[in-house]
C-alpha cells in the first residue's frame, strides 16, 4: 500500500477500542509492552518523582484512549484536562472513566506502575478523580476548544498525537507552537512519539505516520523556545508489521 493511500488519524476516524485491543492489551500475543507500556511508564514515574513539573493544571494532547501515561501525573496536578480530537476516543475513555461494564482493562499497567513506584495501585481511581474535563478539540482551530478557553497550563502531555496528525515537519512544528502558546512560561512539554515510523494498523486499515528521528524533535522543540530537560530513546527490538518505527523517544522540556 502506497504512502499516500494510508487514512488519517483525525479526517477518517480511528477505531479506538481496536487500537487499545492492537498495542495495550494484557495477551501474550502483543508484543508492544516494552515500547508503548513499561517505557511511558517507567519515564514519567522517573521524571515526576524528580518533583520539578508539577502545578494546577496538567493538559493531555494524546492520541488514542489510554490512560496509563496519566498514572504518575494525578499526584502532582490538581487538574487534569483531556483533549480528544475523535468524538470515538471521548466515548471509549468516558466508558473507563464511569467504570462501565466493558470498560477496556488497565490492570496490568497499574500492576506495573504499582511495582515501579512502591504504591498500592489505586492510580486509576487517582486518575479519574483528577480528569477535571474530557473535551473534544479541533487542531485546525486558532483556539482549539472553542468556544471553551482553557486556563494556562503547568505541563501539557502529548503521547504519539503529533504523529498521526501531523501531515509533514512543518505540520509538526505548527503543532508545537500551538501547545507552546497553551503552556505557562516555564511550563513543561513531555513528549512521547515513535521514530521513523510511516504507517500504524488499527483493524484493516493503514494509517499515516510522521517520519522523524531524535534530531529533527530537538531542534523542533529549540526552535519553538524550549529548553530541553530530559531526552530517553529506547530502540525497538521486536517483529510486527502491524507498526514500522524503529523506536520510541520520551522528551521533557520547559518553555523559557
Not at 32 to 49: G, H, M, Q, S
Not at 108 to 133: D, F, M, P, Y
Amino acid at each position: 500500500m502506497a504512502s499516500s493511500t494510508y487514512k488519517r488519524y483525525h479526517i477518517h476516524g480511528m477505531n479506538p477500542r481496536e487500537h487499545l485491543e492492537h498495542y495495550f492489551a494484557d495477551k501474550s500475543e502483543t508484543v508492544f509492552k516494552e515500547d508503548v507500556l513499561n517505557f511511558p511508564i517507567e519515564n514519567l514515574a522517573k521524571t515526576f518523582r524528580a518533583g520539578y513539573i508539577n502545578g494546577d493544571v496538567l493538559i493531555d494532547l494524546s492520541a488514542g484512549s489510554f490512560v496509563h501515561h496519566l498514572y504518575a501525573a494525578c499526584e502532582f496536578f490538581k487538574h487534569i484536562i483531556v483533549l480528544k480530537v475523535s468524538d470515538r476516543c471521548i466515548l471509549e475513555l468516558k466508558k473507563w472513566l464511569d467504570s462501565r461494564t466493558g470498560a477496556f482493562n488497565w490492570g496490568h499497567a497499574t500492576q506495573l506502575h504499582a511495582a515501579i513506584e512502591g504504591c498500592s495501585g489505586q492510580c486509576q481511581n487517582k486518575v479519574r478523580s483528577a480528569i477535571q474535563h474530557l473535551v473534544q478539540c479541533n487542531l485546525e482551530k486558532e483556539n482549539m476548544t472553542d468556544p471553551i478557553v482553557l486556563p494556562p497550563a503547568d505541563c501539557i502531555i502529548s503521547a504519539f498525537l503529533p504523529d498521526v496528525i501531523c501531515k509533514d515537519k512543518d505540520d509538526y512544528i505548527r503543532n508545537l507552537r500551538k501547545f507552546s502558546e497553551m503552556l505557562k512560561p516555564g511550563g513543561h512539554l513531555i513528549l512521547l512519539g515513535g521514530l521513523d515510523m510511516t504507517y500504524l494498523t488499527v483493524g484493516k486499515d493503514k494509517f499515516h505516520a510522521l517520519t522523524y528521528d531524535e534530531e529533527f524533535v530537538r531542534k523542533a522543540l529549540v526552535g519553538e523556545g524550549f529548553v530541553i530537560d530530559d531526552c530517553k530513546v529506547k530502540r525497538r527490538t521486536y517483529a510486527s508489521d502491524l507498526i514500522d518505527h524503529k523506536g520510541v523517544i520520551f522528551i521533557t522540556a520547559h518553555k523559557k
